[in-house]
């Protein structure tokens, strides 16, 4: 095929719908989501980019335990063909002077499947400063089974799979690399199959249904269109990932209410349980009723991470004694497979008993102690030493940011007590239950309730979307433990690297922006940053710049994703504002003057004023109003004073979006200066003066954000 510019001759085509399905063994249920999702996503970005899809063509994932597939609309059975425009070589170089093809030009014809009888042909065009030789010719679009070929392996090339399983294929020899064995392969174009392979596998029609249930095995499918009615009636298998977690919370919801109860929320089990069913089948179970209130946390939490089950709460969101299974199989008698799971789930209450009532029996503070027996890090010491850097910083945050002896002395307690619950039996059984077992065994040792809450909130936000701590204390130490953290790796130079992030700096980082913009703490980011550094003494070198500048990284991504621009967030974040809490406002400012018809004019303007400032000397004396000279720069001057004034009185007040609008009235003043004034005047100090002036109105028009950052 020759290669180079192209324009595609359409020809009318008739479509037909298309089906591709990958029948595997049972993919990992926590990525399952997000493979369906991928394979189905490149599979209909591959074909578009060869020209058969149209701009109507929809693609719908399909992801079940043991399946991938993809339904396309609208699919061309052929490509259209295109005209191409070959460029070959200078004229000078492929013809000779009476005109005759040169061995270079003959060699490269034949590079592109053409041969010495196309020269009379060639097109001659300028190219450059050059005359050059191209070739016109059609070359044929793709049929779909190339096509889906090439899409079909790129899409198995791109799928984002952490770790690959070698397998051999039935001949004996043979090994490949996949998720999972593959056994099926399906490729449906309306009601014909299309002839490619993937995996040693070559495409057919028939599919598997559930293992113990389907009706029909194997499945013969009549046509693209009919797979997931067939699959659901022919192999009782429901093929829609979100079909499939729709029919769990709906049946999750109808057998909670029976007994007027919820079923605990938790979309990541619901995700998980979607992907390991094929059958949904909710069955209610129970276990005893005498569960002590701290014992319930830990079984709430097997429950949902080691059986999958969903715990049912009562009106007030305690912990009952149900919960509901979702199974994948439907027997006439449900009653063994209710028994098992009942069963299960009794040893896992002893243990939960046990533990707790072990526990109780020594108190927080007495285990602080072994924190100094457990290594944190190699440069940075061990847990207790940790521990007594997080008091320090949250002891100066407290001051800092509240003053009063109270809570500085609660926040101390507070963190020093906030890792003992490490040593405990219950974390050590269950890690996720830090911080939570933390807040029970203080309560029943007579700490506080603020205390209490503290110490099982300091490790909140955990993920992306967690609550974040309910009380002054808990953000305290919670932003000491956090800064710590970030401090400490910054200090020794162990940086997150691509997609490694071992101590979770990246949500760290998150973490604390959240607390200084969401909660409104009265520290700005840098002051933060310094009060946290002298905790460690001589142990690191100080990080501020690149840990600042990772911070604000974090904080640059986080808002992209929540819509705002890139140039809203640049003209924001390039001033770097101190206090988190006022960059909201700040971009709900600049998102409101940049919709002002004078907008444009004065962004454009700020980034002239900010460029001749840059190449400028610095300069001498100061501004005065008499060395105007230009009536056009007294009228900048005169405006500057009017509407400057109010614009820095709207910025105190924090009112943001006042002080931008009222930028508007400089629009006139700002042309007619740039219309009318030469800045860098021969005489120094009408230069000097007018530098001053620029100087000025620079930073009134930056206040808020870096208006040049919104120039074109």
Same mark, same amino acid.
């Given at each position: 095929?020759?290669?180079?510019?192209?324009?595609?001759?359409?020809?009318?085509?008739?479509?037909?719908?298309?089906?591709?399905?990958?029948?595997?063994?049972?993919?990992?249920?926590?990525?399952?989501?997000?493979?369906?999702?991928?394979?189905?996503?490149?599979?209909?970005?591959?074909?578009?980019?060869?020209?058969? =899809? =149209?701009?109507?063509?929809?693609?719908?994932?399909?992801?079940?335990?043991?399946?991938?597939?993809?339904?396309?609309?609208?699919?061309?059975?052929?490509?259209?063909?295109?005209?191409?425009?070959?460029?070959?070589?200078?004229?000078?170089?492929?013809?000779?002077?009476?005109?005759? +093809?040169?061995?270079?030009?003959?060699?490269?014809?034949?590079?592109?499947?053409?041969?010495?009888?196309?020269?009379?042909?060639?097109?001659?065009?300028?190219?450059? $400063?050059?005359?050059?030789?191209?070739?016109?010719?059609?070359?044929?679009?793709?049929?779909?089974?190339?096509?889906?070929?090439?899409?079909?392996?790129?899409?198995?090339?791109?799928?984002?799979?952490?770790?690959?399983?070698?397998?051999?294929?039935?001949?004996?020899?043979?090994?490949?690399?996949?998720?999972?064995?593959?056994?099926?392969?399906?490729?449906?174009?309306?009601?014909?199959?299309?002839?490619?392979?993937?995996?040693?596998?070559?495409?057919?029609?028939?599919?598997?249904?559930?293992?113990?249930?389907?009706?029909?095995?194997?499945?013969?499918?009549?046509?693209?269109?009919?797979?997931?009615?067939?699959?659901?009636?022919?192999?009782? /298998?429901?093929?829609?990932?979100?079909?499939?977690?729709?029919?769990?919370?709906?049946?999750?919801?109808?057998?909670?209410?029976?007994?007027?109860?919820?079923?605990?929320?938790?979309?990541?089990?619901?995700?998980?349980?979607?992907?390991?069913?094929?059958?949904?089948?909710?069955?209610?179970?129970?276990?005893?009723?005498?569960?002590?209130?701290?014992?319930?946390?830990?079984?709430?939490?097997?429950?949902?991470?080691?059986?999958?089950?969903?715990?049912?709460?009562?009106?007030?969101?305690?912990?009952?004694?149900?919960?509901?299974?979702?199974?994948?199989?439907?027997?006439?008698?449900?009653?063994?497979?209710?028994?098992?799971?009942?069963?299960?789930?009794?040893?896992?209450?002893?243990?939960?008993?046990?533990?707790?009532?072990?526990?109780?029996?020594? =108190?927080?503070?007495?285990?602080?102690?072994?924190?100094? $027996?457990?290594?944190?890090?190699?440069?940075?010491?061990?847990?207790?030493?940790?521990?007594?850097?997080?008091?320090?910083?949250?002891?100066?945050?407290?001051?800092? +940011?509240?003053?009063?002896?109270?809570?500085?002395?609660?926040?101390?307690?507070?963190?020093?007590?906030?890792?003992?619950? !490490?040593?405990?039996?219950?974390?050590?059984?269950?890690?996720?239950?830090?911080? %939570?077992?933390?807040?029970?065994?203080?309560?029943?040792?007579?700490?506080?309730?603020?205390?209490?809450?503290?110490?099982?909130?300091?490790?909140?936000?955990?993920?992306?979307?967690?609550?974040?701590?309910?009380?002054?204390?808990?953000?305290?130490?919670?932003?000491?433990?956090?800064?710590?953290?970030? /401090?400490?790796?910054?200090?020794?130079?162990?940086?997150?690297?691509?997609?490694?992030?071992?101590?979770?700096?990246?949500?760290?980082?998150?973490?604390?922006?959240?607390?200084?913009?969401?909660?409104?703490?009265?520290?700005?980011?840098?002051?933060?940053?310094?009060?946290?550094?002298?905790?460690?003494?001589?142990?690191?070198?100080?990080?501020?710049?690149?840990?600042?500048?990772?911070?604000?990284?974090?904080?640059?991504?986080?808002?992209?994703?929540?819509?705002?621009?890139?140039?809203?967030?640049?003209?924001?974040?390039?001033?770097?504002?101190?206090?988190?809490?006022?960059?909201?406002?700040?971009?709900?400012?600049?998102? +409101?003057?940049?919709?002002?018809?004078? +907008?444009?004019?004065?962004?454009?303007?700020?980034?002239?004023?900010?460029?001749?400032?840059?190449?400028?000397?610095?300069?001498?004396?100061?501004?005065?109003?008499?060395? !105007?000279?230009?009536?056009?720069?007294?009228?900048?001057?005169?405006?500057?004073?009017? %509407?400057?004034?109010?614009?820095?009185?709207?910025?105190?007040?924090?009112?943001?979006?006042?002080?931008?609008?009222?930028?508007?009235?400089?629009?006139?003043?700002?042309?007619?200066?740039?219309?009318?004034?030469?800045?860098?005047?021969?005489?120094?100090?009408?230069?000097?003066?007018?530098?001053?002036?620029?100087?000025?109105?620079?930073?009134?028009?930056?206040? %808020?954000?870096?208006?040049?950052?919104?120039?074109?």
């Amino acid at each position: 095929m020759a290669i180079g510019k192209t324009t595609e001759k359409t020809t009318e085509k008739t479509t037909k719908n298309l089906l591709v399905e990958l029948f595997v063994e049972e993919l990992p249920p926590k990525a399952l989501r997000k493979l369906g999702e991928a394979f189905a996503g490149a599979l209909s970005a591959s074909l578009k980019s060869q020209g058969l =899809t =149209t701009e109507a063509s929809v693609v719908t994932p399909f992801a079940s335990p043991r399946r991938l597939a993809a339904h396309l609309t609208e699919v061309h059975s052929h490509g259209a063909d295109k005209a191409v425009s070959n460029k070959l070589m200078p004229v000078s170089v492929g013809l000779t002077a009476d005109g005759a +093809a040169t061995p270079a030009l003959i060699k490269k014809l034949a590079s592109v499947g053409a041969d010495v009888s196309t020269v009379p042909k060639l097109k001659r065009q300028i190219d450059g $400063k050059a005359e050059v030789l191209f070739l016109d010719s059609i070359v044929a679009g793709a049929t779909l089974a190339q096509a889906l070929q090439k899409a079909i392996e790129e899409a198995v090339a791109k799928l984002p799979i952490p770790r690959v399983m070698q397998y051999q294929l039935d001949d004996g020899w043979t090994s490949v690399n996949f998720v999972r064995p593959a056994h099926g392969l399906v490729a449906l174009h309306g009601d014909e199959v299309v002839p490619v392979g993937i995996l040693g596998l070559v495409a057919g029609r028939k599919t598997r249904g559930h293992r113990f249930e389907a009706a029909i095995d194997p499945i013969e499918l009549t046509h693209a269109d009919h797979y997931a009615q067939q699959l659901e009636a022919e192999g009782a /298998v429901i093929a829609s990932f979100d079909d499939r977690r729709h029919e769990i919370a709906r049946q999750l919801g109808a057998a909670a209410a029976k007994h007027h109860l919820s079923p605990i929320e938790d979309a990541a089990l619901l995700d998980e349980v979607t992907a390991l069913v094929e059958r949904p089948n909710v069955l209610a179970c129970k276990f005893e009723q005498t569960v002590s209130r701290g014992a319930q946390e830990c079984l709430i939490l097997t429950m949902k991470a080691n059986q999958k089950y969903f715990p049912l709460l009562d009106s007030a969101g305690r912990l009952t004694h149900q919960f509901l299974v979702v199974s994948n199989i439907r027997p006439i008698d449900a009653s063994r497979v209710i028994e098992g799971n009942e069963r299960v789930v009794r040893p896992r209450l002893a243990d939960a008993k046990f533990f707790f009532d072990q526990d109780r029996k020594r =108190t927080l503070e007495s285990r602080v102690a072994g924190l100094d $027996k457990v290594v944190y890090h190699g440069k940075l010491g061990t847990q207790g030493e940790r521990s007594q850097r997080v008091r320090a910083i949250a002891r100066a945050i407290a001051t800092q +940011a509240h003053g009063h002896d109270k809570v500085i002395v609660e926040a101390d307690r507070a963190a020093m007590l906030a890792k003992a619950d !490490l040593l405990t039996d219950m974390v050590g059984e269950f890690p996720e239950l830090q911080g %939570v077992m933390g807040a029970y065994y203080a309560l029943h040792d007579g700490e506080t309730r603020a205390v209490a809450e503290a110490i099982e909130d300091h490790y909140k936000p955990r993920f992306a979307g967690d609550q974040l701590p309910r009380g002054d204390l808990g953000v305290i130490v919670a932003l000491a433990d956090k800064m710590e953290t970030l /401090v400490g790796m910054f200090g020794i130079g162990q940086l997150p690297t691509g997609d490694k992030d071992p101590f979770a700096l990246r949500r760290h980082a998150l973490g604390v922006i959240r607390m200084l913009a969401e909660r409104a703490v009265a520290l700005d980011l840098s002051a933060l940053v310094a009060l946290t550094v002298p905790a460690f003494g001589t142990l690191i070198t100080d990080p501020t710049v690149p840990l600042l500048d990772f911070i604000y990284d974090r904080l640059a991504g986080a808002l992209r994703e929540q819509g705002y621009s890139a140039q809203e967030v640049d003209a924001v974040l390039s001033l770097r504002p101190a206090r988190l809490a006022d960059v909201p406002k700040r971009l709900a400012a600049v998102r +409101a003057f940049a919709a002002l018809p004078e +907008a444009a004019s004065l962004a454009a303007a700020n980034k002239r004023i900010g460029n001749i400032l840059k190449k400028s000397e610095t300069p001498d004396g100061s501004f005065s109003a008499g060395g !105007l000279v230009e009536s056009a720069e007294k009228e900048l001057h005169t405006a500057m004073d009017r %509407v400057g004034a109010l614009a820095r009185t709207h910025f105190e007040r924090e009112d943001f979006e006042a002080s931008l609008r009222e930028l508007a009235g400089l629009r006139s003043a700002v042309d007619g200066f740039f219309d009318s004034v030469m800045v860098n005047a021969e005489d120094r100090s009408l230069r000097n003066n007018r530098l001053w002036l620029l100087k000025d109105l620079h930073a009134a028009m930056n206040r %808020v954000a870096d208006l040049s950052k919104l120039a074109a």
